[in-house]
């Protein structure tokens, strides 16, 4: 294990990485989720996390921005890092670090507002605009960075669930920019997607990754060759390997990681 | 291949009578029903209709001032209570021949509403300028009057058995013969409150107290029962505590209504001393009645908003009272206003616990507040159910018209909010 996350920092060690993870446990009740997992996220890199269905890589993702707060029997432990900062202390704002750490949601979840409204809600309940001007301004860069703009530039009023399924998507990754996060985590966005607009949303990626940091579940192997610079791949709530994508699916050091990339477990 | 794999068996033919069968019961359920429900319709309305009309007479009264006003005070309050029984009796004589003995004065006298001579009052009163002049005026009749007119006193049954005696149908006949009897609609219905005489009767002050209860009943209730239910299912925590208030929660929203008047009568007016048959009384109880119903329509309701709403708000940095008051809240609203409005009408409906605090006595006078003493709707019809006037019976069908009536509008008010709100994005 040592020795494999040498390697991996090594191939990434120009880039200091934005979020740590160190010894992270999660708890569901009793039944544990996740154990004794770390990991590194570099910056402005996209980081993919695979694995079966059910080994937690999702629940991992979801400790990044404290989304398990939500869950009353979830317990989390171990230290999670952004800019070196724990964001489980206590004195941390969960408020504070989501709008730091924006989520795309696996199923796309629009507001059943405007498509304006969607993108508006975010920099409107953080104050990041001082006049209507400067919203609108926000909310068109927003779009245009997710690629939507060209799509809904002339029906900004109409209700956001009446767009496709990857408009809705990509819209929801357009609220996830406007409150201008660093990071950006994304929960099997693609998977209730056609291919078409999974490669919309994947050309979509590649571009945002200047500006973001992004993390990715997925359950596509193709996707996360596709996509991202780093891998890590979870088996049974622990993580098992994790470097750099081109090594994880040429070269891979686990027995495990081996035999799911090449089909014989998930 | 057997041959019947596409034709009819045995088997297949009792699969399909059982469908068949099936249908026939659900048909046959449904018009039963329905045929209960247009039973007890047409019998209400085919009782209570007649009581939209009103039988009046009209006489031409001379406001002689020598009589009315002696003192030429023009005080409102003399003028309304002068007498005008010698004028009415005037013009009566002078409409109906043969009148000359006292007997028979007070018995033609008797063709009117002991009200009338209040109208007469109420409307010099008003316009002081009519004194001295003469002028044709429709007066009440009397309840007795009324019930002949409209058929329902049969006149070849024995004078022993009816109120209305031949002289006065005769009487009556000749009144008809000039066109000064006539049946017109019944405004005083709409306009006055309670009376011991049918023909005076409203059911105005009744609807009055129904409205001031509701009111006091819907800013009590709604406000807590959708920030109970909002807290309960958004904030608490599930632990055993919060599961004992569902239970009980749960089981408030099956107590008799009568327990919650017990509750009022015992708590309200005799330990925190509140004036007695109130609005104000009648509608915290009412609202204790209809807050079990409001919180449990609430959190179906909010229990049916998807998590991806509440997680899309988070994940953005909303906070938790952000998004629920943000997205949650204004989704649930039309679901948890049908709710409310679907409670209030049941309220609306209410009787036993308005009897506990006492808002079942006789009151004439219109209330005007919440602190007023006041009767409803539902007790106004049981206590004219209760009275022995059969000028009632018909009074009693109309006001249950208008109770329904209202009811039907209390749920298109919810239907149309549902769908004024539905549709705003």
């Known amino acids: ?266 | 291949m057997p041959d019947y794999i596409l034709s009819t068996s045995n088997r297949m033919a009792k699969r399909h009578a059982r469908e068949k069968r099936f249908k026939w019961y659900g048909r046959i359920a449904i018009f039963i029903s329905i045929a209960f429900l247009v039973f007890m319709f047409s019998a209400i309305i085919f009782r209570g209709a007649s009581a939209f009309q009103q039988t009046k007479i009209a006489l031409d009264i001379n406001f002689s001032e020598a009589i009315i006003d002696p003192t030429s005070s023009r005080d409102p309050e003399l003028l309304k209570r002068a007498n005008y029984k010698p004028i009415v009796l005037q013009s009566l004589s002078n409409v109906i021949p043969g009148i000359t003995e006292r007997r028979d004065r007070n018995r033609v006298y008797k063709l009117l509403s002991a009200g009338a001579v209040f109208d007469l009052g109420e409307q010099v009163a008003e316009e002081p300028n009519i004194l001295g002049k003469s002028k044709k005026v429709w007066l009440l009749a009397s309840s007795e009057v009324d019930l002949f007119m409209k058929g329902k006193i049969d006149p070849n049954i024995s004078e022993d058995l009816r109120r209305l005696k031949d002289r006065d149908i005769k009487w009556i006949e000749i009144l008809k013969s000039q066109g000064r009897i006539k049946k017109k609609f019944n405004t005083t219905l709409f306009s006055s409150g309670d009376s011991r005489e049918p023909e005076m009767a409203g059911i105005l002050g009744a609807a009055i107290g129904s409205f001031f209860s509701l009111l006091v009943c819907f800013l009590i209730a709604f406000p807590l029962g959708i920030l109970t239910a909002v807290y309960l299912e958004e904030y608490a925590k599930k632990n055993f505590l919060t599961n004992f208030i569902e239970v009980n929660i749960n089981n408030l929203a099956a107590v008799p209504s009568i327990v919650f008047g017990l509750l009022g009568l015992s708590i309200f007016l005799n330990f925190f001393n509140l004036p007695r048959s109130t609005p104000l009384v009648g509608g915290i109880v009412l609202a204790l009645m209809t807050l079990p119903t409001i919180i449990i329509a609430s959190r179906s309701i909010l229990r049916s908003i998807p998590q991806s709403i509440r997680d899309a708000a988070l994940g953005l940095g909303a906070s938790k009272t952000q998004t629920t008051f943000h997205h949650v809240v204004p989704l649930a609203m039309p679901g948890m206003l049908t709710g409310t409005i679907l409670g209030m009408a049941r309220a609306l409906g209410e009787t036993a616990p308005l009897l506990m605090i006492g808002m079942v006595a006789f009151i004439v006078d219109i209330p005007k507040g919440i602190t007023d003493v006041a009767t409803s709707l539902p007790v106004q019809i049981f206590l004219w159910a209760d009275s022995p006037e059969k000028g009632f019976v018909e009074r009693t069908s109309a006001a249950i018209i208008v109770l329904l009536a209202f009811l039907i509008l209390m749920n298109l008010c919810a239907v149309y909010l549902r769908k004024r709100l539905e549709r705003r994005w």
């Open chain 1, 1 to 266: 294990m040592i020795n494999k996350t040498e390697i991996t920092q090594e191939a990434l060690s120009n880039l200091p990485p934005i979020m740590t993870a160190n010894n992270v446990d999660v708890f569901y009740g009793k039944k544990q989720a996740i154990s004794n997992v770390s990991l590194d996220i570099p910056e402005n890199q996209i980081t993919a996390l695979i694995g079966p269905s059910g080994c937690g890589k999702s629940t991992f993702l979801r400790c990044f921005n404290r989304m398990n707060d939500t869950i009353n029997i979830c317990r989390v432990s171990g230290e999670i890092k952004f800019s070196g900062q724990d964001i489980y202390d206590s004195k941390v704002d969960v408020v504070a670090l989501r709008s730091r750490i924006g989520m795309v949601f696996q199923k796309a979840n629009p507001f059943p507002k405007s498509i304006f409204e969607n993108v508006a809600y975010g920099p409107r309940i953080h104050g990041l605009a001082e006049t209507k001007d400067d919203l609108e301004s926000i909310v068109i860069q927003s779009l245009k960075r997710a690629g939507l703009y060209d799509e809904v530039s002339d029906r900004l009023s109409e209700p956001g669930t009446s767009l496709s399924g990857g408009q809705q998507q990509r819209l929801c990754i357009a609220r996830a920019i406007a409150v201008d996060p660093q990071v950006i985590l994304m929960d099997e966005p693609c998977s209730a997607l056609d291919p078409i607009a999974t490669a919309i949303i994947e050309d979509l990626m590649e571009t945002m990754k200047e500006k973001y940091t992004i993390v990715i579940v997925t359950h596509s192997m193709q996707q996360a060759a596709r996509v991202s610079q780093q891998t890590a791949f979870f088996h049974l709530g622990e993580l098992v390997e994790s470097g750099d994508t081109q090594a994880i699916f040429t070269n891979p050091i686990q027995e495990r990681t081996q035999n799911y990339i090449s089909g014989r477990i998930g």
